[in-house]
Each structure stands twice: as C-alpha cells, then as structure tokens.
C-alpha cells in the first residue's frame, strides 16, 4: 500500500492517454445507431432525434497520445462540478484531489510515458462508488480538452444555463447535455456531453451513441448553435482512451 506522500508525489507525474476521433469512430456509432434504431422500430418505440451531421475533429484523428498531469484532472473536475461560492475557490478547486487521491496508479520510478491507469484500490471499490467514480473522471477529462485544445476552459451546467436569462437557451426535448464550456468572451461555446466507463470500448461507443441523442437539444435563441461534441473516456487497469466527436 503507498503512502500518502507517494500517492501525492504520483499525482504530479505526466501519464499518457489516447483521444481517439476518426471517421471510422464516426461509422462504428453509426452503425451502433442503424442496429439500435431497428431495434425500437421492432418494439414500436420511437427514434428519438439526434445530430446526424458526425465528424471527427481534425486535431486529434485518427488517434492522438497526449499528456495528462492527474493533479491538473482532477483541479479540473473540482472546479467544473463545484458551484463558484466567494473565498471558497481554493476549497471548490482541490475537493476531487482530496477525494480521488488513490484513484491512479503509480508508475514504476523512471518508467517512459507512463498510462494512465486505473489502481487497484480504485478497482476494488463498490459498483456504485465505480460508477461514480467513472462519470467524474469523464467530467474532468472533457475540461482538460475543453481547456487545453479548444480555448474553453470555462463552464456551466446546462441546466442552470437554462435558468440564466442571460444565456437564452432553450430545450427541444427531454435529453440534455452536460455542460456548455466556453472561453472569457463566450464567443468560443462548445455544447459538450461527458461519458465515462471502466468497462470496455464497446461500453463508450454506446455512450457516444448516447451523447449524440443529447447534445441536439438546446436551441439558442440569441446566436447560432454552436458546435457539439461528445466525450467518452474509458479508464481502465491498462489505460486510458478517449473517444470523440
């Protein structure tokens, strides 16, 4: 078992992922849709409405290996689902360090480009502390990207965007996305939906079809709809993928 200097010293050392946005992503959730969407006319259930206009994102196709500094992750998902209260940054930023301290695996000394990993205490948690677990790193790992290659490091909810006259959104059914992320002017808007699994890539390839059933449903009454995306990443005993779209 580490110790609790070795688990904070390991939450400062780079790990490697893989983002994965390609248009054979694009035609494996289509796929997924096609089998899906003939399942529901079979049992007379309805299509619901989805974005159709699927593409990859150029910067990261097929497939990217990026850096990812845990500690910065988890700044991210501490300051994403954390309401902004006055002189309590500090405590709104750090609580997921805190919480998910033990979370990661830590690497060899001197290993190169270490994955990020799933450590075995993380794995050995109960299913719905897991699945927790899964659907925050999914939040903080769509804020680094957000972030770090789209200039939106900014957020909100979407659902208290809706209840902010000032955004003037609305929504078209009952599906909704995450959150909106954005840049100090706002004019960079991203509508974003995050996934999360521990399971399998089949697992986040239904969470992508998933997302794209959310993120079609805000309307914006004052601009033009920006544009979405879907991020699903799956973190596991042997690394971490990222699909995108």
Known sequence: MPTLDEWEQALTTPRTVIVESSQALVQEVQQIHAAKDAKRVQDGDPIPPRKNNLAPVATFAPELQVPVVPAYLLERLGVVTTPLIPNLADLCSTWARLRYLWAFEIPNPGAQAPRLKLSAEARNIDFHQKGLLSDEIGIGMAALLLGTYFNAPESVDVSIAMDDGNWQIGQLNRSSPDYLFFDSTKANLFVVECKGTQTSR????????????????????????????????????????ILLI
């Open 202 to 241: 089949s697992n986040s390839l239904d969470q992508v079809r998933r997302g794209t059933e959310q993120v079609q449903s805000l309307v914006f009454t004052n601009r033009p709809t920006p544009p979405s995306l879907v991020v699903a990443t799956c973190i596991s005993k042997t690394g971490t993928r």
